[in-house]
Every structure is written in C-alpha cells, then in structure tokens.
C-alpha cells in the first residue's frame, strides 16, 4: 500500500479533534498478508484526568457487537446444524410468537427485516431480564415481516436469547469459546475485568460515575452487561485478527472458524427496501456513511453508537477499523464521515503491485504474474532430475502438452537418460476423441510405443503392463470436479504404484476452476465408484497433485509420490488467468466456460434431461421434450442465485439424450463468475425439476454422480435451496479441514 497516501489521515482525524467531534481514535488497516497502517490519535480520556490514546486502547463495540459476537456465532450454529436460518425464531423459542411474530425467521432478524420496533421502553428494562424478556416477547411488529428495512436493537436481543436457548450459554461465553479464543483475542470479550478497564476508553457518565469498561449502551447495562446487540469490547489489534479471518475465506493458521460458503453467504447483499444488507453486517444502507467510497460491492462493515467502525472487503483484499469514543465527554460527537473517508483513504492506497480490471462490469483484483508454468515446464527447465535413469510408463493423453504445445509423450521419448516403456490413456482414450463405454488398447503413431486402455477391460495398470517399469508418470489436466473420471484413474494408478512399489510423479497442473472455493456434498464412503473414487466434494478446489497427496495419505499408500509442482500459479486463479493455452480435456468439455458450469449441471446427465450434448453448447443449456423452458426459467431467476441468471429456450440435440427430439428448456448464463456457485446453482435446477414436472423428472439415477444419500432424499423430499446448503455445511467443512495439509499452493 502507498504509505503516502495514508499519511493523508493523520490530517483528516488532526481536523475533527479539533473540531471537538472525538477526542482521540485508533485507525488500523491491513490486508490478508499483515497490518499496514496502524496509528493512535488524541486522548482516550479527557475527564477527569487526561490520559494519552494508545494502539492497544479497549473500546466499548457497541452495535459492533452485532456481526461480531452474535452474527458470527449465530453462523457458527448454522454450520453446526443447530439452527436454521428460515427457521421461525418461535422454534428456538416459543414464547417469541405473541403478537403475530410466529413468520420471523432467524435470517429476518439478522438483516433487521422482521418488523420490529428499533428499542423497546428503558422501562421495560428495570425489573430484571426475566421480566425484560417477557416484555419482548408480548411486543407487536410494527411493519410486515420481510417488507422493510428497520434497524433493530431488539431483533438482535433476540438472536442472543437464541444462542442461550440452543447452547445453555449466553453470547458472552458462547462468542469467548468459539470465536474470541479461537482467533487469540485475548483483549476481547463482555465485562471486561480491571486490567483491561484500566486501558479503556472513558464514554459518557452514568449517575455521577464516567463509564470506563462498562458498557454504553442502558439496555445492555440493564441486563448484566451481556446482551445480542451490545455490550462487546474490543482493541484494534483484536479485530484485526477477525478482519484476517474474514479475508482468508474463514481460517486462521492451522484452524476453520468459519466456512468459506459462510463467509460469502455472511457477506452477500440481500436488497430490502432500498437498502443492503449482509448477515449481521451492512452492505450499502442508509447508515453506511462510515463506508469507504471506493470499496467494492463485496464489502461488508458495521458502526456502533460509541464512535467504532469495522469494514472488510474481500474483493480489494482490504480491512479499515476505526475506533473512538465520541461520547467523551459530551456526548454530542460526530465520527462516521470521518470513518468513510479513511476508507476512501485507505483503498485509494492499494498501490500498482495489483491491478483492478473490469470483466462483465465487475471490478476484480488480479495479482500482476508470469505465465503460469506447468508440472511438466518445470520438470524440462530443471533438467529432468526426478526420472534421470527411471524406466517410466506415462499415464497421458492429448492434454499432456507442455506450455509450448509439444506432448509430454515426444519430450520424454526424446530425452537421454529417461526410457519411457508405455503409455496409459484414460477415458476418451489418448487423443481424447473418443465417447465410448470402453477404449482398447493402441499404438502411438508418433514414438511407436504401446498404449495401454485404463478405460477398457481394465481401469487400474494391470502386472503384465507394468513390467519393465520402475516409475509411473501422471500428466492429465483435471477440470476440478469429482465426477470427472481423470481423478479416479489417477487414483488406481497410485494404488498399483503402491502394490509394486513403482515411483509415482505427478506433473502438476491448474485448477482451471481457481483453488480456493469448495462446494457441494461429500462423496458418502459407502458410494465409492469410477465416478467417485475418494470422499471429496464435488468441487474439490485442489489441483491434481493437491488430490495425490491426500488419497496417498488417507488411503494409507505406501508409495514414493513425487509432485513436480506449478510455479506462478495462486489459488484465487482461474484457467484464463494462467497465461496458458486451452485444451479440450475430453469431447463434450469445449471452454472454461462450460468448465466453470460443469460441476453443478454435469450432476443432472445421468437423468432423463439432455444437458447439451449434441449441441454446440454442452453444459450450457439443458432441456427435454417434457420441459417448459419458461417455466422454469422463471423459477429459477425468482431465487436470485448468484452471479448467474437463465433464458428459456428451445433446442434439437443431435445425439446422446433426446437425439433429434425437440426440447424446451434453459440456457445457463454466468453474470459473475466470482458470486457463480455452480453445484449450488445444479442442485437447484434439479429442486426446481422436482418441484415443478414431478411426473416427469426421473430422478432415480441422480445419486450416482451426486453420490450422497442425505443430499439425495432432501430433494426427494422438496427441500429448499437454503436448507440444502445447511445440510451440506457440516461436512463440507470437514473436508476443508482434511484438505489443509494437502495444499501446496497459497
């Protein structure tokens, strides 16, 4: 970042302390890799004793207690099961449905749409929180639940009664088990105790007394000091480390307090009455005057009463804290322009080691790089060290080309020192033309070597074609997805490698689908196929040698595995990004585009539905003489998924399902590809199918490329987009976690 340009602050913030708008803050800004600007300002105490601000200063959250405490535990049970975000809040607790409340849902009240007023009576307040709670109960919305946007105190009391309902524990113990200590917030939590009161900042007086360490807000006060919506303190190196855990897509070191899916769902705009809001965090309202002008739309932030802001922006890979106490000592200061202009600042000082592009209208973040350059570059330009004196079988096919487009087959034949014995192709077989049940056994042209079918009468390298060969080489590009079957051929040819203790490299290649995003259900073990040959999700977000290293480990392989590895390549990349040049992987697989689709729609193909082949477009559009393409179009694009949306059509496949029969049906168009969920927007299509022609969708075979039975009979059973993603959310996060010491690439 351009230090430069943040010095721009220092005579921002000189200007409103002299204006008696605060007496001193604390400004922090940083990015995924470490702290870039960190400054204390003014006093943190004027009355009644002077006191310097310092850097480690405790602030009273305020409504940062909100998305900070409450949202993210309340997330924390979501991905845990224990709630549901379209559940009532009336099913965690009853008492909640007086007055018309029973259609308040857990999500209505996290993005302040439920109808409630913003605060109810101190004096509902001052006869105990048992009777405080009952008078919360007894309130009556004042707005239609889902119509309006209207900031609510209350709707978060709720959210942390929600907590302590599901768990036995308040927001304070909850938030300090399973979020604070998590992340080594040591300075953050509910009623700080006097170490950390001592370092507090002063706020207003309360019957005579100046609050330092206690906490602003009377409601709040009222109840102990632990409440949904305040009551939280914090310094700004302790939300900091919340700011890094949000940008790293939910982890921190070796741990996942959040998935990645949680993070964007916790981030994703929902548009009510004009304004935007995230789960517990603002988007773009009418209070988000602290908001930087040049952040994009993918940042989320909050301000609280107290004179605190907070706003994070994972597509500028950017967070700006701010924290004062405006209160003091009059009560009457003013902070939240002065806020936004320090993230104006502070975005304006991303400097040109990065660069912003548009695509589709959409500003993205690319990091400047050199060509990426492949396992088997790599493996040339280092003079093949790895196979000097190696007797090598080379599983291939006609993606197994260097960046210069020369084949992996004619370098290795070619090189002295290196004696390649055979080749094993794949499916589709080695030129990768071929759309057949069963591939035989060839001959290269070329070299005159033999090729061995491992989609034929065998799978798995059999002894007999083994012989003579010491060390087994992968090159294959993958297109990221479970079912595609290169992954499972890799996986028996390492399991042969270990039964005849064979060397096995692997010259690694990208993810044209990036490697940072996961998504969809986890293979169940007891479905294990040619389709399915290990227990990862649909989309796997690791790269072929990523993948090698985790089925050696997990399926206990003793074997000498090698990963010749990418260089210049990161994990946020897709295949356009990489410098290198497309290759059809097989016949039907003709773009990234469809790449980037496959992963969700691939999963309908083994159903009565064409999806497109025999079509200039597989993948693209999907259809049937029995669909109505407007229909369900209309359906789906009333969901809003994200980053795509759906025209109906009509088409004639010329082969494969409904061969020259007229269909109806859609045309999927990604308007996004950073938002594009591919298997979310997959699953559902086929809700939709379900929902909508339940006569004629044929959804018995669905289960052998979605190969998850819970997942399965949801859809079965008329389940909701949402709900699916609850459902998936455990296990998925599991595998990000198995995943972790696998990964080669940051």
Known sequence: ????????????????????????????????????????????QLEPSREEMTIDTVFDMASLTKPLATATSIMQLVERGQVRLREPVATYIPEFAQKGKDPITIEHLLTHQGGLIPDNPLADYEHG??????????????????????YT???????????????????????????????????????????????????????????????????????????????LFSTADD???????????????????????????????????????????????????????????????HGGFTGTAMWIDPQLDLFVIFLSSRLHPDGVGNVNPLAGRIGTIAAAAITSNECLREEGGIKLIEKDTQDTLLGVDVL??????????????????????????????????????VELISIFSPEHGLQGKLDVPNVSDTRDEATGLPVHSLYGET??????????????????????????????????????????????????????????????????????????????????????????????????????????????????????????????P????????????????????????????????????????????????????????????????RFTPSESKFANEPCQGINIIVVDRRDFRPVQTGLAVALALRELFPQDWDMTKYIRLLANEQVFEAIENGTTSSQLQELVAPTLNEFKKRRRKFLIYR
């Open 239 to 301: 939300l900091a480390k919340y700011a890094h855990m949000f940008l790293a897509c939910g982890t921190k070191d070796d741990s996942q307090l959040l998935g990645s899916l949680t993070i964007g769902e916790m981030s994703r705009p929902r548009i009510i009455d004009g304004n935007e809001r995230g789960l517990g965090w603002d988007s773009l309202s009418k209070y988000s005057t602290n908001r930087g002008e040049l952040f994009s739309r993918k940042a989320v932030g």
């Open 1 to 44: 970042m351009n230090a430069s340009q943040l010095e721009l602050i220092d005579g921002l913030v000189a200007a409103e302390i002299g204006k008696g708008n605060l007496p001193g803050c604390v400004v922090m800004i940083g990015r995924r890799d470490g702290i870039a600007f960190a400054r204390a300002y003014g006093h943190r």
């Open 129 to 150: 929180p048992e009777e405080a709670w009952n008078n919360i109960w007894k309130l009556t919305p004042t707005n239609p639940v889902g119509t309006k946007f209207a």
């Open 459 to 584: 799978r798995k390298p059999e002894p007999s074609q083994l012989e003579g060969i010491d060390t087994l080489v992968f090159d294959i590009q993958d297109i990221g997805t479970r079912f595609y079957t290169y992954v499972s051929t890799m996986g028996l040819a390492l399991e042969s490698a270990a039964e005849h203790d064979l060397r096995f490299i692997v010259l690694d290649r990208p993810n044209p689908l990036g490697g940072e995003l996961v998504e969809g259900p986890v293979l169940d073990s007891d479905k294990k196929s040619f389709v399915g040959h290990h227990a990862i999700p649909v989309r796997h977000g690791m790269t072929i040698g990523e993948l090698a290293r985790m089925f050696v480990a997990e399926n206990e392989l003793q074997v000498d595995l090698q990963i010749v590895e990418l260089e210049h390549w990161y994990r946020g990349q897709y295949w356009d990004q990489t410098g290198l040049v497309w290759t059809n």
């Open 380 to 417: 040339e330009r280092d003079q093949f060290a790895s196979l000097r004196g190696r007797r090598v079988g080379l599983i291939t096919n006609h993606t197994g080309l260097n960046s210069k487009g020369q084949r992996t087959i004619d370098i290795l034949h070619a090189t002295p020192g």
């Open 153 to 231: 105190d209350v709707g978060f009391l709720v959210l942390g009664q929600v907590i302590e309902r599901v768990t036995g524990q308040d927001v304070a113990t909850f938030a300090a088990e399973n979020v604070f200590q998590p992340l080594d917030m040591q300075d953050t939590g509910y009623l700080p105790p006097a170490e950390l009161q001592a370092r507090a900042a002063t706020t207003e007086q309360r019957d005579g007394k100046w609050l330092r360490g206690e906490v602003h807000d009377p409601r709040a006060a009222l109840l102990g000091g632990v409440a949904g919506h305040a009551g």
């Open 586 to 649: 097989s016949p039907n697989m003709r773009s990234l585009t469809q790449a980037v689709i496959y992963p969700g729609i691939g999963l309908l193909e083994t159903t009565n539905v064409s999806v497109g082949r025999g079509t200039d477009t597989p993948f693209e559009v999907i259809g049937a003489p029995w669909i109505n393409g407007s229909q369900l179009a209309r359906h789906l694009n009333q969901q809003a998924l994200p980053g795509v949306t759906f025209v109906p059509i």
